[in-house]
């Protein structure tokens, strides 16, 4: 084998191994029962997050996400932080569920929703009828638009 190519097979190992090792070191704000994007808190549990949701007659808004997704955390540094954002945010149950949780429950509403790729919210009822569905980002006037499509929809129901 050329120098070359020894040279080339260690950048390409070198590279891969920076790759798996940033993505699996990323820092996650989380504890048992709440994970914290930009200046909210949402539940990660499935089944408190519901009987809230029934309890306080509210809707539940489903943020999909991931530790290396970029646009999550555009999501943490643009929309989470927007005063308009939160206000409407506070009309919601919020659940976050890692797309690589491989728990049951966050399996389950995976698939329910077809949540492939993050980030993607899913504004639902308690019994889980989908409201409203954003797929990948949106910019947070947009943003503030499918909540309050959401909200609209729920208060009519």
Not at 3 to 15: D, E, N, Q
Not at 32 to 48: A, L, N, P
Not at 125 to 144: K, Q, R, W
Request: hydrophobic share 35%; proline share 4%; charged share 25%.
């Amino acid at each position: 084998m050329t120098p070359r190519k020894i040279l080339t097979i260690v950048l390409v190992i070198t590279a891969l191994g920076i790759g798996y090792y940033s993505m699996n070191t990323a820092s996650v704000l989380s504890d048992e029962s709440y994970t914290y994007h930009g200046d909210t808190t949402w539940k990660t549990d499935v089944d408190t997050a519901m009987e809230t949701a029934v309890a306080e007659d509210k809707p539940v808004l489903v943020y999909f996400w991931t530790t290396w997704c970029t646009y999550c955390e555009d999501y943490n540094k643009n929309a989470y932080v927007d005063p308009d954002v939160n206000d409407r945010l506070d009309d919601f149950v919020l659940l976050a569920v890692n797309l690589d949780d491989s728990s049951p429950e966050a399996k389950d509403l995976q698939q329910r929703y077809n949540a492939n790729y993050p980030p993607q919210h899913v504004a639902i009822t308690p019994d889980g009828e989908l409201l409203v569905e954003i797929n990948g980002y949106a910019e947070t006037n947009s943003f503030i638009a499918y909540l309050d499509e959401a909200q609209s929809k729920w208060e009519s129901r």
